[in-house]
Nanobody, 117 residues
């Protein structure tokens, strides 16, 4: 069964860190681009970061550059997002996405990140 399952969200104070994980199963994860998106209340879903199938290339939204680091472990079919220096503006539901180069994409169910004192 094809699945993407995020974990690692939670409540953190401003300036804190969280590490999100996304476990993939049921498809060839290593053949897919992977991305993290987020959606804050009342806002559209936005791209946070993307990583190439082999992990050599990454792209980050300007709002998270220098604070977030995306990585992947194709041996264990897992995607990661290390988030540092979190601010209340980072509060959102974070989703992982896997996309085959031919266009088919899959989404996880999301994990809530709340940054608040």
């Amino acid at each position: 069964q094809l699945q993407l399952v995020e974990s690692g969200g939670g409540l953190v104070q401003p300036g804190g860190s969280l590490r999100l994980s996304c476990a993939a199963s049921g498809f060839t994860f290593s053949s897919h681009f992977a991305s993290w998106y987020r959606q804050a209340p009342g806002k559209e879903r936005e791209l946070v970061a993307t990583i190439s199938p082999g992990g050599a290339a990454t792209h980050y939204a300007d709002s998270v550059k220098g604070r977030f680091t995306m990585s992947r472990d194709n041996t264990n079919n897992t995607l990661y997002l290390q988030m540092n220096s979190l601010t209340p503006e980072d509060t959102a539901v974070f989703y992982c996405q896997a996309m085959h180069p031919l266009g088919q994409s899959y989404w996880g169910q999301g994990t809530q990140v709340t940054v608040s004192s």
